[in-house]
C-alpha cells in the first residue's frame, strides 16, 4: 500500500479563452515541470469531452496534476528554479489560476 | 508507457461548513465508490495545510479523484448502481459541488 500522498492540482483560464495555439503552447510549459525531481508524479490535461452538467466546470483550459511526498516538498517546490521559469516565460498567457492542495485520507 | 486516462475531479462542500464529522462520513461514503469496476484509480483527499493564497481553493471539504480509461466508462459510471447509491446516502451532507473532466494530453 502507497503512503498518503500530497496532490496538488491546478487549473489554468487562458487570457486568449479559446485559443488552441496559447493552450498547446501552456500544456508544452506545464510539461518542462516534469523535470523538478520533487514531484512524484506528473499529469497534465485539457478538458474532457463528457456530458455537459451544471456541476462540470468546463470553462478552464489547461490543468497539472502533481503529486508530493511531504507538504515540505510541495513547499519547496514552489520556489524551485523550473518552477519559477515556468512562471516566467508562461503566465503571460493565463488570466486566471485556481489551486487545489488535497491531503489524501 | 501509460495510456492517456480520463480523470474526474470531483469537489465537495459541506452543509454543515467546517463539521470534522460531516466530513469524515462523506469520506466513508466517497470510499464505497472504490466497488465501482469502471473505476482504475480512487483518491480520496481532505483540504490539505499548504500555505494560503490567493490561488489556493481551500473552501471546500472533501475531494474524489478517479481514473477511467474512456470517455464512456465515465459516463457509464454516472449511473452505476453504486455511484446512484452513493448520492442517494450521502448528498444531504452537500451543498455545493464542483467537478472537472480532464483528458491527459
Known sequence: MKSKQIAHHVFFWLKNAG???DRDKLVEGVKTLSKIPLIKELQVGIVADTEKRDVVDASWAVSELMFFDT???QANYQN???HQAFIKNYSGLWNKVVVYDIQEV
Chains 1, 2 share one sequence.
Open 80 to 82: 524551485h528554479p523550473i
Open 19 to 21: 485559443s488552441v495555439e
Open 71 to 73: 507538504l515540505a516538498d
